[in-house]
């Protein structure tokens, strides 16, 4: 259960009054290091700490279901992929004996923040029945990985979270030795453990035929208990997830959370692009060659589909003008640009009374409320409107059927057997994987070596295989809840869950939340299932709707 409501009895978590009752705390709050989430926490924390908190375990969840796809769980490749943003971003490590209280107090942070950003992902991720499939699956998957780095903890784990699994006597197990150890695979060099617990609770290892049953019981040796309880973990979280959403329209009326809620769907934490420079400066003049080399596919649509028409509408027009301010073309660069196609189909009258140019010029900062605009992300393009008929904005792999797919990717000289592998992964909607894919054909590399989330990021990393060395600009993501968008999908498909690979600096998050530096959000966890609003997303410009410049 989880509300967000005032509550006089909320705990201090200030750290000075923390520090003095740290050995106590971190005994009764969090005595073992995994928990199953079953009590939602209680306290004050800032608007900024919310944010970044939760955004720390969704990098964490997105690298699980990224490595997932591109590796074999439990291959070396996955594990490292995956174990090296668990360590980063949301460390957790266990007990250990006579510490110090500096060493508690840094594992009493680790596991609050573990708690709570639980907490806050549940309410971010509860509104779709798809969003809570990604969620219960991704954090099942984190739940086991903790579990299997130290399966001596087990014991303590269930005593912790008051699961009464009945431990077999030694003398019961010494009659069974063979039978149990023949079930589960396990050396008889290795001493055995074991719990027993009815059949039901153990149907994974059931159907695998790797426990040995007796009586409507399965005894399970305690390193298969893992099994058994990520089970148990997942259907308690889908329960608690369809509470959450249930109780979701008690807070809808706070634009704080629910502004950052929306955010977190589709936060990015990576390169704004906003000032970017590349060896050489990039001039209009090359784009026609960077677009068959580094332009990501949605960029290079657009750009050929503007070159060959003189024309775009206002979605494509957004998308792609910001894309060239995030290569670090000029404004008059880019009017100049802008004006050249576009007259091609229209006299410079007519194109100087349409608007576009005051367009390139509010996207620049120079008009309208004077704010700087930075180029789209992955998740922004993926999730958001689709390009109508005559338009060509959005993402290739997300908006075009697979027949157009297939066509243009031939026409961009894809061997059909990668085509046929791209569109794979199209079909099981992972969208920047197959765009990472794309960069692997076209660069002649095996992997891609990082994780795609901007277009503008496609682009850096394409110049830098080319030996171009390339300077990124300012680094945060901007979070202003207080903007309403125009219509982002409210259905979130697991392709939007990719894994960011830089350390979240949310910069401007105190200005943008109002009070953010004071302001708390109280705490007093409580969630509860399908009577959902469907909530709309951040608008595109502040001040620029669809209809003001399309001609």
Request: neutral net charge.
């Amino acid at each position: 259960h989880y509300f967000i409501q005032s509550n006089l009895r909320t705990m201090d978590f200030s750290l000075s009054k923390r520090r003095r009752k740290i050995p106590a705390l971190l005994d009764e709050k969090y005595g073992t290091r995994l928990s199953m989430y079953a009590s939602p926490p209680q306290g004050n924390i800032t608007t900024q700490e919310f944010y970044t908190t939760a955004l720390d375990r969704l990098t964490v969840l997105r690298a699980i279901y990224n490595a997932g796809i591109k590796y074999k769980k439990g291959s070396e490749q996955y594990m490292k992929s995956v174990t090296s943003e668990m360590k980063e971003r949301l460390p957790l490590r266990p007990n250990v004996l006579e510490e110090s209280d500096k060493n508690l107090a840094s594992k009493f942070e680790e596991r609050r923040k573990d708690h709570i950003s639980h907490f806050l992902l549940r309410l971010a991720y509860c509104r779709t029945e798809e969003a809570r499939r990604w969620f219960c699956d991704t954090e099942k998957e984190l739940f086991r990985l903790r579990l299997e780095e130290n399966t001596d903890e087990i014991a303590h784990f269930l005593v912790g979270n008051n699961l009464k699994f009945e431990e077999v006597i030694e003398s019961e197990v010494a009659q069974r030795d063979v039978l149990i150890r023949e079930s589960s695979n396990i050396l008889r060099d290795k001493k055995l453990l074991v719990y027993k617990v009815p059949f039901v609770e153990a149907l994974e290892l059931v159907r695998r035929r790797a426990v040995y049953l007796e009586g409507g019981m399965a005894y399970v040796p305690h390193t298969d208990l893992v099994s058994i309880l990520t089970g148990m973990f997942r259907t308690q979280l889908s329960k608690a997830l369809i509470k959450c959403a249930r109780s979701l329209p008690a807070v809808s009326d706070d634009e704080r959370i629910m502004g950052i809620l929306q955010e977190l769907t589709t936060a990015y934490n990576g390169d704004d692009f906003s000032n970017t420079k590349v060896e050489g400066q990039v001039t209009v003049s090359q784009l026609s060659g960077l677009s068959r080399i580094s332009f990501p596919p949605c960029m290079r649509h657009m750009y050929e589909t503007f070159t060959e028409n003189h024309h775009m509408k206002h979605g494509a027009r957004l998308q792609f003008c910001l894309f060239l301010k995030g290569l670090g073309l000029s404004l008059e660069d880019v009017r100049t640009y802008f004006r050249s196609e576009f007259c091609k189909k229209m006299d410079s009258e007519t194109y100087g009374k349409s608007g576009h140019d005051y367009m390139v010029r509010h996207l620049f900062g120079k008009e309208g409320k004077r704010s700087d605009k930075i180029p789209y992300n992955c998740l922004k393009i993926i999730m958001g409107a689709g390009p109508s008929s005559g338009d060509c904005h959005g993402c290739p792999f997300r908006h075009m059927d697979s027949a157009n797919l297939e066509k243009r990717l031939e026409s961009w000289k894809i061997p059909k057997v990668q085509i046929r592998e791209i569109l794979g992964l199209v079909a099981g909607q992972h969208y920047q994987i197959a765009c990472s894919k794309y960069f692997e054909v076209t660069h002649k590399v095996k992997e891609a070596g990082f994780g795609l989330n901007h277009p503008n990021q496609y682009f850096v990393e394409s110049q830098k295989k080319q030996g171009k060395n390339v300077v990124v600009g300012n680094q945060g993501y901007k979070v202003n809840p207080s903007q309403s968008s125009q219509s982002t999908s409210s259905q979130m498909t697991p392709s939007s869950q990719q894994p960011s690979q830089v350390t979240p600096t949310p910069s401007d998050l105190s200005q943008n939340l109002s009070d953010s530096s004071q302001s708390t959000v109280k705490m007093n966890t409580s969630l509860t299932a399908d009577e959902l609003k469907e909530i709309e997303g951040l608008k595109d410009i502040e001040d620029i709707d669809d209809d003001d410049f399309d001609m």
